[in-house]
Nanobody, 124 residues
């Protein structure tokens, strides 16, 4: 397991940007694929994006493709989520997750470690 701590959430106006960070500790960060998920009130947790251990491959949900960018710094043990052109539908608690192994997955059950979540609120 790896311990994850997210930061960077907050309130932003529609059309604005935020950058989330997720810092890992406890295991070798480079051994984990990382994902971001989100959960809005009354809705199921949904996949947002993921990145393989090296950063060389990423995958995005259709709803965020072209607006969000995932990246990672294996020296800083941190994965980032740059969110641009935010709209009210993006408002949710955002969670980062870690999956031991090189490949990313889009299903939350495939991730064993989760952060506590960070709230993103988008005003219209």
């Amino acid at each position: 397991q790896v311990q994850l701590v997210e930061s960077g959430g907050g309130l932003v106006q529609a059309g604005g940007s935020l950058r989330l960070s997720c810092t890992a500790s406890g295991r070798t960060f480079g051994n984990f694929a990382m994902g971001w998920f989100r959960q809005a009130p009354g809705k199921a947790r949904e996949f947002v994006t993921a990145i393989i251990w090296s950063g060389g491959s990423t995958y995005y949900a259709y709803s965020v493709k072209g607006r969000f960018t995932i990246s990672r710094d294996n020296v800083k043990n941190t994965v980032y989520l740059q969110m641009n052109s935010l709209n009210p539908e993006d408002a949710a608690v955002y969670y980062c997750a870690a999956r031991y192994g090189s490949r990313w997955r889009t299903v939350s059950d495939d991730y064993a470690s989760w952060g506590q979540g960070t709230q993103v609120t988008v005003s219209s």
